[in-house]
């Protein structure tokens, strides 16, 4: 009897537990404003700008914003965390960024540097390590305040865009916590890809390469593919070539297993880096009369130009995003000098080997 009573009590102390849990929950959630997408930039006066979208109906049913309207507000100040106080005055709720799915890094604070906002985003709000980080070009505001063509919330939408870009190998993908990472290690310089208004619409392509946190230049969507075969993220998609440049006949076709080995070698003669790329593609669309294996010695070619392109930018800038560093500091621990080793990797020789494999079954 007294076992059964304990067992009652206890039921009864744990649901009683829960409900005032719950109701404590709901009563948070009514007091907070889950952003969804943050902005940061620079003013024309040099003044730091905050913006925050947030989700506004299913906000206020205790949702986190997906499917409903949205809002954008902001804040300014001569630091960033003063224009964070700002917005605080603007919303009469408690500002929850932490739930943020993007973050917007403006063109003119990105090239006059983003430590600062590093921190920020790492201290004096723990954002999520996850969150996905990318430069906007044009107005911050404009792109957080814009309608997705197929509906739903911008900095959703952007997400989901983003995600599905980089499966297609269009695009280069950034996490917070990689950003960190390529910041911190200095032996491959940091590369973000870039949103833009065009027209009343929004456009991820491109990719903005830095050094020292500093925004130096932009790679065009030939480039960024390069770089993803060099750092081995191409994943799905396809590419279209023009065999001859006189005869306008294309082919398309579907990118499938890739296989990428970068071995850097350090020699008599200096250092040189061997790249060897294994290719699986399907032919999806052929104007031409060309044999399998002309193809394959087409797609050949075109890989190892579009990775040449690439690379010859980077030695050219006298900036290691393409990570050849990393590779190098992992083989040649003891020879690894940071500070000498923009003039080695811009004497390095590079020699690249492609193997292209057309599916034949499905030719």
């Known amino acids: ?23 404590w929950s709901r009563k ?12 940061i930039d620079k003013g024309d006066e040099g003044e730091f700008i905050l913006y925050a979208q947030i989700g506004k109906a299913q906000q206020e049913a205790g949702g986190d914003g997906e499917g409903g309207e949205i809002v954008v507000i902001e804040g300014r100040g001569k630091t960033i965390v003063q ?17 943020a799915r993007l973050v917007i890094i403006g063109e003119e604070l990105a090239k006059s540097g983003i430590n600062r ?20 070009q044009g107005d ?43 910041v911190k290690e200095g032996d491959r310089e940091l590369v973000l890809p870039i949103i833009s208004m065009e027209g009343e619409n929004i456009a991820i392509r491109n990719a903005a390469y830095f050094q020292n946190t500093t925004m130096k230049g932009i790679l065009d969507n030939k480039q960024v593919l390069g770089l993803l075969w060099l750092v081995g993220d191409v994943r799905h998609g396809s590419i279209t070539i023009n065999p001859n440049p006189r005869d306008p006949r294309y082919i398309t076709l ?19 880096f061997h790249i060897k790329v294994d290719q699986q593609l399907r032919v999806t669309d052929d104007q031409t009369n060309l044999t399998v294996t002309q193809i394959e010695q087409e797609v050949n070619r075109y890989i190892k130009n579009t990775i040449l392109e690439t690379i010859n930018l ?31 990797f811009q004497g390095a020789e590079v020699i690249i080997k492609v193997n292209s494999i057309i599916n034949r079954e499905e030719r």
């Open 28 to 39: 948070e959630l009514e007091e907070l404003a889950f952003v969804l997408a943050l902005g």
């Open 140 to 182: 911050v505001k404009e792109i957080l305040e814009s309608q997705p063509v197929l509906g739903g919330i911008t900095g959703l939408a952007i997400k989901e865009s983003m995600w599905f870009n980089w499966e297609r190998s269009k695009i280069i993908r950034k996490e917070l916590y990689q950003m960190v990472r390529d």
């Open 254 to 272: 579907e990118l499938m297993d890739t296989k990428v080995e970068i071995n850097p070698v350090e020699g008599s003669k200096g250092l040189v």
């Open 314 to 344: 980077a030695k050219e800038e006298g900036i290691d995003f393409i990570g050849f560093g990393k590779r190098y500091r992992r083989k040649y621990p003891k020879k690894w000098d940071e500070d000498k080793w923009t003039k080695k």
């Open 83 to 99: 224009a964070y106080d700002q917005m605080f005055e603007i919303a009469n709720r408690r500002l929850f960024l932490s739930h």
């Open 117 to 136: 906002m590093l921190d920020f985003l790492q201290r004096d709000i723990r954002m999520r390590s996850t969150t996905l980080i990318a430069v906007g």
């Open 1 to 23: 009897m007294k076992l059964k009573i304990k067992i009652v009590t206890i039921c009864l102390l744990f649901f009683f537990l829960l409900s005032n849990a719950g109701c």
